[in-house]
């Protein structure tokens, strides 16, 4: 399982610290050409549509749009960068209410994803990148009609997204819904942030998922660590959060506390936060790391997919 880090222009680069660096980047309007932003690219990529930025700006854009974007940041890639996927774009279905409204933004979705395969046929672009489908569906059957007409256009990568509101069991059902319906090897999750949700992923077979959680604790002043996966809040901080504090650094072997542990300490300006985020990114990789370990051994004897039925 593939842990892609999701990036935007003003975050660390990760990808300069550590030589494996999965990353997910959006094209949205500040994100242009964001390849150019890097110095070293990551190995594998996955160019997301921004859909959720769109929808939540109320902003209009169109299928060719984004995919233009997309094909515009390709102009930085280059053979180091193993495999890309292009994220089509989609609605995200969060907000719909009424049984209508959901019906009407999966059929949406999927005339868009039908447009997108359409551009991205005539584009010819090379075998390394490849179109991922998202899934919609607000419950089983819409889910599995969705699954099957995507399949019918060709789509044989998928990701899953629009879990965000939904809680840690909610998100594992539809999960498993979607396994007995692709093949979990070839399925994405986007936006993921708890360690158990992890270890489920990882015991499904689910081929990567993307989390921001490196960046966004270290914004929030919380430092991680590893074995046991733990989070503290920086001791010098004045966040008023609640959860334990640490005042000195514990032993560490990242980049960062390799030349300067105290470094992570300091709240801001932004550059310590950058510092913390690349900290942060390796314990939770290590945690990621163990799972997929502990979980494989798991699986060794059993049917591959334990939750098939
Ligand atoms: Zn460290």
């Known amino acids: 399982m593939e842990f892609y880090i999701s990036w935007s222009h003003s975050d660390a680069k990760y990808c300069d610290y550590y030589k494996e660096c999965p990353m997910l980047i959006s094209v949205i309007p500040d994100n242009k050409r964001p390849l150019r932003k890097l110095n070293t690219l990551p190995n594998k990529l996955i160019i997301d549509s921004g859909g959720i930025f769109y929808r939540n700006q109320n902003k209009k854009t169109t299928v060719e749009q984004i995919f233009n974007l997309q094909v515009d940041a390709l102009q930085d890639a280059n053979n180091s960068i193993e495999t890309i996927k292009l994220v089509q774009l989609d609605i995200p279905m969060l907000d719909k209410r009424s049984l209508s409204d959901k019906y009407q933004t999966m059929e949406k979705n999927l005339y868009f994803a039908w447009e997108y395969m359409n551009l991205f046929t005539k584009s010819r672009l090379p075998s390394n990148i490849q179109p991922m489908a998202v899934i919609q569906g607000f419950d089983g059957p819409s889910v599995q009609h969705s ?71 270290a914004a929030y002043y919380s430092v991680f660590y590893s074995n046991p996966f733990r989070t503290y809040i920086l001791g010098t901080s004045r966040i008023a959060k609640s959860g334990p504090r640490l005042f000195e650094p514990l032993p560490c072997s990242c980049p960062v506390c390799s030349i300067n542990p105290y470094d992570i ?44 039925p």
Do not use: C, W
Request: overall charge positive; glycine content about 4%.
């Open 147 to 217: 699954v099957l007409e995507l399949k019918k256009m060709g789509y044989k990568y998928f990701g899953i997204g629009s879990l965000l509101s939904k809680n840690s069991n909610e998100q594992l059902s539809t999960i498993q819904t979607v396994v007995r319906l692709v093949e979990a090897q070839y399925l994405h999750i986007f936006g993921v942030t708890g360690i158990n949700q992890i270890y489920e992923m990882s015991s499904m077979n689910i081929s990567s998922f993307d989390s921001t959680r490196p960046t966004k604790a």
């Open 265 to 308: 300490f300091i709240p801001s300006p932004r550059h310590y936060m950058k510092l913390r985020s690349i900290h942060n990114y390796y314990h939770l990789r290590n945690t990621i790391q163990n799972i997929i370990s502990q979980t494989e051994r798991t699986n060794d004897h059993v049917v591959p997919n334990v939750l098939r």
